[in-house]
């Protein structure tokens, strides 16, 4: 298949309204563009690769914003509006300053209404990598397929797979989750966890469960499985990789955190575009540790992400400089 684009991701983009503190307090509400999959595009796309994100969105001002902000991000967007069913809406509450809550208004959305159409019209221009989340397939049983099939139909193509768990307590079971990831993974290069998502798409390792033998037993389990890259993000505490050829460590990038919404799609964002530039697996674990810095020490899901000219003002940098 011939790639058109380095990245394509599909799955549902929000318009997310945040507060500033309590929503039941009232007071002004921003608006924004929200979504794992949306968010690893605008990530992939600063740093200089051809990108195209596929979705539904209502045929509504906030479909039209949706698509505006994305564009404005040079995404290529291949969508289909829906004129029954409205954009998805999520309110993003700043609850105290080290807690945030999403509260869901996106049961029957038109994003929800992904399907193998929309997956069929998607991959015709071909990529290098088709990204996917569990966010997609816990919205309907009809996107739940949509991802079954995208996921058989690119790795039949020689598309690299990869799929981030992205457990969403508010839209399904940890059980419902793993019934539905655990055969999905089978057709990915790349799966991408918390430290505490791993166990939803690996086989129980018998050991318990937050200790490093049972991430290594699990990421043994996926490898074995074809898997080539298991990724573990693990917050503040950096992020870890297991290959065939061995296991890696990263430490966070120490940085002043003021939004950590996002940071485990930026992090994605810095590893895959790492990956479509050659680079090894430790120069994806440190570039998806940097975009991950730029996430939590900046407001907004996507809005702080780096571009590659940006990526080195983390690098060494010194708090509270400015740089001249």
């Excluded at 105290?96 to 208004?105: E, I, L, P």
């Excluded at 539905?180 to 057709?187: D, E, G």
């Excluded at 000219?309 to 983390?314: D, H, I, N, S, V």
């Amino acid at each position: 298949m011939r790639a058109d684009v380095d990245l394509l991701t599909l799955g549902e983009s929000m318009v997310s309204l945040r507060s500033g503190g309590p929503l039941s307090a009232g007071g002004s509400l921003s608006m924004h563009v929200a979504g794992a999959e949306s968010n690893v595009a605008v990530g992939v796309a600063r740093l200089g690769h051809r990108v195209r994100w596929a979705g539904v969105v209502g045929a509504d001002p906030h479909g039209q914003f949706v698509q505006r902000q994305l564009r404005s991000e040079g995404i290529e967007l291949h969508h289909r509006e829906d004129s029954v069913r409205s954009t998805g809406v999520m309110f993003l509450e700043q609850r105290t300053a080290d807690v945030s809550r999403a509260f869901y208004y996106r049961a029957g959305s038109a994003g929800s209404t992904l399907c193998r159409e929309d997956v069929d019209a998607a991959l015709q221009g071909g990529a290098r990598i088709l990204h996917m989340t569990g966010i997609t397939a816990a919205l309907s049983a009809e996107a739940r397929d949509a991802v079954e099939y995208a996921a058989r139909r690119a790795t039949g193509a020689g598309v690299l797979v990869s799929l981030d768990v992205n457990y969403r307590s508010k839209l399904w079971s940890r059980d419902e989750a793993r019934a539905v990831l655990s055969p999905l993974v089978r057709h990915a290069s790349i799966v991408i966890a918390s430290d505490d998502e791993l166990d939803l798409v690996a086989a129980d390792s018998g050991v318990p469960s937050d200790s490093a033998e049972a991430e290594a037993l699990m990421a043994k389990h996926l490898l074995g499985l074809g898997v080539q890259d298991v990724v573990v993000k693990r917050g503040a505490a950096g992020a870890g990789a297991h290959t065939r050829a061995g296991h890696w460590e990263v430490p966070a990038v120490p940085v002043t955190s003021i939004d950590t919404v996002g940071a485990g799609d930026a992090f994605t964002a810095g590893y895959l575009s790492a990956l479509l530039d050659g680079e090894d697996v430790p120069g994806r674990l440190r570039r998806g540790a940097l975009a991950g810095a730029f996430a939590v020490s900046t407001a907004g899901d996507w809005e702080g992400l780096p571009r590659t000219g940006e990526l080195a003002l983390l690098g060494g940098h010194v708090a509270g400089t400015t740089q001249r």
